[in-house]
């Protein structure tokens, strides 16, 4: 089991940015493959963006792509989430999640994949 801890959320006006990270400990960073999702209020929880174990290999959906990298460093067991031209319907609630996988692939999009969860950290994004 990994624990998680996301930070560098708050409030930012439309069109700023934000850049998330999500700190990583208790096992080998490097074998995980990690996920961002987001839930708004009333919504289901969303999958915004994935990074493979070594981060040559990102995934995106299209709400999201363009605006939206994510990178790592598994030397300090984090990953990062740089968000760009916030609107307001990015308001969310965003995790960070992961998982353990034998090979350097995508990481997935559906959450019942994911082993691992944060707690979340508040994103606002006011118009």
């Known amino acids: 089991q990994v624990q998680l801890v996301e930070s560098g959320g708050g409030l930012v006006q439309a069109g700023g940015s934000l850049r998330l990270s999500c700190a990583a400990s208790?096992?080998?960073?490097?074998?995980?493959?990690m996920g961002w999702f987001r839930r708004a209020p009333g919504k289901e929880r969303e999958f915004v963006a994935g990074?493979?174990?070594?981060?040559?290999?990102?995934n995106y959906p299209d709400s999201v792509k363009g605006r939206f990298t994510v990178s790592r460093d598994n030397a300090k067991n984090t990953v990062y989430l740089q968000m760009n031209s916030l609107k307001p319907e990015d308001t969310a609630i965003y995790y960070c999640?992961?998982?353990?996988?034998?090979?350097?692939?995508?990481?997935?999009?559906?959450?019942?994949?994911?082993?691992?969860w944060g707690q979340g950290t508040q994103v606002t994004v006011s118009s």
């Open positions: 999640a992961a998982r353990t996988l034998y090979q350097d692939t995508a990481a997935p999009s559906r959450p019942q994949d994911y082993t691992d």
């Open positions: 990074i493979s174990r070594s981060g040559m290999i990102t």
């Open positions: 208790g096992r080998t960073f490097s074998n995980y493959v």
